[in-house]
């Protein structure tokens, strides 16, 4: 099955959208690779993308809440803190036993189920904080920022 974008996953802020809309083209690629009996092959690809993808994506976000002072970044970063964590683990199983199917399947459960609800409850909320802040501030205080 396919992960579709949803419009209630948008953030309202241009560049964080753009890096979720590509973390679900990667899900898809998975999945696909999953379904034609290529998931094994897929996952260190899926992996090394994840561990790029997170340094950049986590370090943006957290630029951008320290720029706007974001009083929800404490727990915010624990979420961050909590998948590079689960990340790490699924790398070292993965290591040990090799692409199996179980870490194949893992990795999908991971990026599919921790990555919506991660969206929806603490990047939702930023995004409205952002565009609020947006409203309310200077032009050019978040530059970063491209409020849509």
């Known amino acids: ?42 996952l260190e690809k899926t992996m090394e993308f994840l561990r790029s993808y997170i340094v950049t994506h986590f370090r943006h976000e957290e630029r951008l809440m320290v720029a706007s002072a974001y009083p929800g970044m404490p727990a915010h970063l624990a979420a961050h803190r909590e998948f590079e964590t689960q990340l790490a683990e699924l790398e070292s199983r993965v290591r040990r036993s090799g692409s199996t199917v179980d870490a194949v399947i893992a990795n999908n459960h991971l990026l599919s189920s921790w990555w919506i609800a991660h969206i929806r409850g603490l990047d939702v909320g930023f995004g409205k904080f952002l565009v609020a802040r947006q409203a309310f501030e200077k032009p050019g205080v978040l530059p970063e920022v491209a409020v849509h």
Do not use: C
């Open 1 to 42: 099955m396919t992960l579709l974008w949803l419009p209630e996953y948008a953030v309202d802020v241009s560049s964080i959208d753009a890096q979720h809309r590509e973390l679900f083209d990667r899900i898809n690629e998975l999945r696909g690779a999953m379904r034609s009996g290529k998931g094994r092959e897929a």
